[in-house]
């Protein structure tokens, strides 16, 4: 299998094409999981503070041949760990719960514009990573006027905005502005999910034409988007499959295709939200 070239982010720093996710995964399943999808290949493991399996995937990542250093791990601060102070004992526990030393990438999960603190809690990510504690520090689910406040009340631009991003969920305004501010936008639920959006025909009859699986020309969809999909898979021949994206590209005619499915979002909305 040929990889994908990495990204380099707004901060020198690289992060893979594609990353593992492991949202609704917890105890021993969790650790089988994050293992198998070290020994496909993955390279950068996606978990959060409020998913519950953060000692889960640290066990996986301590215990593999793989050495640290090559390994991107990446969590997110819950919302009740928002606040400047907060953010610190937050970082501390998953820190500790992940039994790593350092983070490569950190996240504000959710904006919770509700409650007013992302601002606070973004100086503490930014004083986190200049204490080296975090490699690169992001936001998820923020909008532009979320991004602009930051940047504004900050002068730190994230590196990252991890967003639901998905052929049913195409995203294109948030796209644009992630890429117009330098921010990598990293895909959550990249399948949709799985059930439904992968049985679609307008999917099923361009992946049958390139002889790849729904899923993987779902994937190089995102690739060709320039965004970084974080598929999660319990099954460990679906897990290659999700990274097995070279050998194959989709016309122009066929990302329009694949993005012509009903649009609906699937999670939360970042102006109301709330954790
Ligand atoms: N920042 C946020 O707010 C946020 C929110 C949600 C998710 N996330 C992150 O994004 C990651 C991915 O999102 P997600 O887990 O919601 O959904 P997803 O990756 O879009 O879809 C996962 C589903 O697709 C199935 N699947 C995976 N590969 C497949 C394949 N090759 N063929 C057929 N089915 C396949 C999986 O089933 P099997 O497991 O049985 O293969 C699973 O049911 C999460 O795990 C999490 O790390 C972040």
Redesign the pocket.
């Known amino acids: 299998m040929t990889s994908l070239p990495p990204f380099l982010l707004n901060d020198g720093t690289t992060l893979p094409a594609v990353g593992f ?4 995964v917890r105890g021993d399943e969790a650790v089988a999981q994050v293992r198998s999808a070290l020994d496909a290949g993955y390279r950068l493991i ?3 503070a409020s998913y519950g399996n953060e000692a889960e995937v640290g066990r996986a990542v301590t215990g593999t041949d793989v050495p640290r250093s090559e390994i991107a791990v990446a969590s ?1 601060l819950r919302g009740a760990d928002q606040g400047y102070d907060a953010t610190l004992r937050g970082f501390e526990a998953t820190r500790t719960a992940l039994g790593l030393e350092y983070l490569d990438l950190y996240l504000i ?2 904006p919770l514009p509700r409650l007013g603190k992302f601002v606070e809690s973004w100086k503490a990510l930014v004083r986190l990573r200049e204490d080296g504690l975090i490699r690169t520090v992001g936001v ?2 923020f909008t532009a006027a979320h991004l602009d406040r930051l940047i504004d009340e900050t002068g730190e631009v994230p590196a990252v905005n ?1 967003i ?1 991003l ?1 052929p049913g969920f195409v995203q294109e305004d948030m796209r644009a502005a992630n890429a117009d501010r330098g921010i990598l936008t990293q895909s ?8 439904g959006l ?1 049985e679609r025909p307008e999917i099923a009859r361009i992946a049958a034409a390139r002889g790849v ?4 020309a779902v994937l190089r969809w995102h690739h060709q988007l320039g965004v970084q999909p ?6 460990p021949a ?1 897990q290659q ?2 990274l097995d994206l070279t050998g194959f590209s989709l016309t122009d005619e066929e990302m329009a295709r694949i993005a012509s499915v009903p649009q609906e979002r699937l ?1 939360g909305d970042p102006d109301t939200h709330e954790e």
Do not use: I, V
């Open positions: 996710g492991t949202w609704r996606d978990t959060a997110k999960h959710w998820s689910n991890q639901e998905h959550w639920g990249p399948l949709g999910r799985g059930k992968l699986s729904p899923a993987q974080l598929p999660k898979s319990a099954d679906r499959e999700n999670g």
